[in-house]
């Protein structure tokens, strides 16, 4: 029942994760930000949502009513995912990082993400989490293989993403979306410093 809203002003948020606070204080509009929650976010697990990037971008665990649940094994597909009928999302654990980042190119008018990157370094290596480009949260191994062998935001240049099964809609071709994956992982990761 954590609100997005309440996400982007916690001091300790802001301190521990500044990219998941960031990434929280841009979430559609007001409105949306103080009545969305992060485990309605996790639950509807939206193709274009931006806490699921987060969540599988730093190696987050989603604990319920009944189990803890790692983000590798949460997320499912198209609003789909590891959930069971009337399970419930109790609390969410982020491993802290050494850095994160985040970039969200996007739609204008609803502000979810035509292509969202999450980026991390931290207990479990370097993860990069895409939103937006496809049917649902992804990683993409080939940008994690660069950052781990050095993390710089030129490291991401030159890492050609397959356009095979990302989204084509009015807002943009399966290639425009693999073409921004780089582009804003590179940012992502210069963000993150
Ligand atoms: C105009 C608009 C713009 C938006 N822009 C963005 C954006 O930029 N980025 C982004 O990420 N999102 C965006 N959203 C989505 C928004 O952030 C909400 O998180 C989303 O609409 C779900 O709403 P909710 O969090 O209130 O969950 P609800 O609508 O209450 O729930 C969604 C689903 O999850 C289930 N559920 C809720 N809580 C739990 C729980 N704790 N455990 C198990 N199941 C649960 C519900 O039963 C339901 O099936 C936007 C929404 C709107 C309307």
Redesign the pocket.
């Known amino acids: ?1 954590t609100t ?1 809203a309440a996400v982007a002003a916690s001091a300790e948020v802001k301190k521990a994760i500044p990219a998941l606070a960031e990434l929280a204080g ?4 007001r409105q ?1 930000r103080n ?3 992060i ?3 996790l ?2 697990n ?1 193709p ?4 699921p990037a987060a969540v599988l971008g730093l190696g987050a665990t989603v604990t ?1 009513d009944r189990r803890s649940i790692p983000a590798d094994q949460f997320f499912k597909g198209l609003y789909e995912t590891a ?1 069971a009928e009337g ?4 609390s969410v654990s982020f491993p802290i990082p050494e850095k994160a980042g985040w970039q969200k190119f ?1 739609q204008p008018a ?4 035509i292509v969202g990157v999450f980026v991390s370094k931290g207990p479990q290596g370097v993860r990069v989490a895409v939103t937006g480009a496809g049917a649902g949260v992804m990683r993409v191994k080939a940008l994690e293989d660069k950052l781990a062998a050095g993390w710089s935001a030129a490291a991401c240049n030159g890492v050609r993403v397959s356009a095979e099964g990302l989204s084509t809609d009015l807002h943009g071709s399966a290639e425009y979306r693999a073409a921004l994956i780089p582009v804003l992982a590179g940012r992502a990761v210069a963000a993150a410093g």
């Open positions: 029942m997005h841009n979430i559609g509009d949306v009545r969305g929650t485990g309605g976010s639950a509807n939206d274009a949502a931006c806490y319920t959930l399970e419930i999302i109790t996007n609803s502000r979810f993400s």
